[in-house]
């Protein structure tokens, strides 16, 4: 018997693909495609043209431009929604109960890393919720300012979860380089399940 099924690989690859695609939309967001910094552009390289517009106008502009990008996040977002359903359902199968069966066997180390995994799917979940208020909260019949409170924690829970992602990548090199080699490839091909 293979240590992770293949739906948990694929599962895992395809979840992997989309936080980084999220990670990165968020990425590009804050630093290349700010809407503050590139309005600053398009006011000063207009004026440069004898072309004079108003902050707002050029903000405007500015959000235009990354909107595209943008909606590369919400979609992505769905996909988080949908994976993470897929992952609710992976807990139910043999392998998915087998993990958090055996807890109790685990050194501490291994117990605080499952459990991290806990929290970083219960952070997804919200993430993924409060997404898909922040998209249609209109008809949710929202307020604005509870859209705002929506936004300010979704935003401010980003911080933990690229901070999980740096320390997963991180451990999987260091635990692929010392005492468990194979760890990559296993998530790769299936490795065979301890006996």
């Given at each position: 018997?293979?240590?992770?099924?293949?739906?948990?690989?694929?599962w895992?690859?395809?979840?992997?693909?989309?936080?980084?695609?999220?990670?990165?939309?968020?990425?590009?967001?804050?630093?290349?495609?700010?809407?503050?910094?590139?309005?600053?552009?398009?006011l000063?390289?207009?004026?440069?043209?004898?072309?004079?517009?108003?902050?707002?106008?050029?903000?405007?502009?500015?959000?235009?431009?990354?909107?595209?990008?943008?909606?590369?996040?919400?979609?992505?977002?769905?996909?988080?929604?949908?994976?993470?359903?897929?992952?609710?359902?992976?807990?139910?199968?043999?392998s998915?109960?087998?993990?958090?069966?055996?807890?109790?066997?685990?050194?501490?180390?291994?117990?605080?890393?499952?459990?991290?995994?806990?929290?970083?799917?219960?952070?997804?979940?919200?993430?993924?919720?409060?997404?898909?208020?922040?998209?249609?909260?209109?008809?949710?019949?929202?307020?604005?300012?509870?859209?705002?409170?929506?936004?300010?924690?979704?935003?401010?829970?980003?911080?933990?979860?690229?901070?999980f992602?740096?320390?997963?990548?991180?451990?999987?090199?260091?635990?692929?380089?010392?005492?468990e080699?194979?760890?990559?490839?296993?998530?790769?091909?299936?490795?065979?399940?301890?006996?």
């Open positions: 018997m293979k240590k992770w099924s293949f739906q948990f690989r694929v895992h690859w395809v979840h992997a693909t989309i936080v980084l695609g999220l990670i990165g939309t968020v990425f590009l967001r804050k630093t290349f495609l700010s809407w503050r910094e590139n309005s600053h552009i398009i000063q390289q207009l004026h440069t043209w004898n072309i004079d517009i108003t902050q707002e106008q050029a903000k405007l502009l500015a959000k235009a431009i990354r909107a595209p990008m943008w909606e590369w996040h919400i979609l992505l977002g769905y996909g988080l929604a949908v994976v993470l359903v897929w992952r609710i359902a992976l807990f139910f199968t043999a998915g109960r087998r993990s958090y069966q055996e807890i109790k066997q685990l050194s501490l180390h291994k117990k605080v890393v499952k459990l991290s995994y806990l929290l970083l799917y219960a952070l997804l979940l919200f993430m993924s919720i409060s997404g898909l208020f922040l998209t249609f909260g209109e008809d949710f019949s929202l307020s604005t300012e509870k859209l705002h409170a929506i936004k300010e924690v979704h935003e401010a829970l980003f911080a933990p979860i690229l901070l992602v740096i320390a997963h990548i991180a451990g999987v090199v260091m635990a692929e380089n010392k005492n080699r194979g760890i990559l490839s296993d998530m790769i091909h299936g490795g065979e399940a301890s006996k």
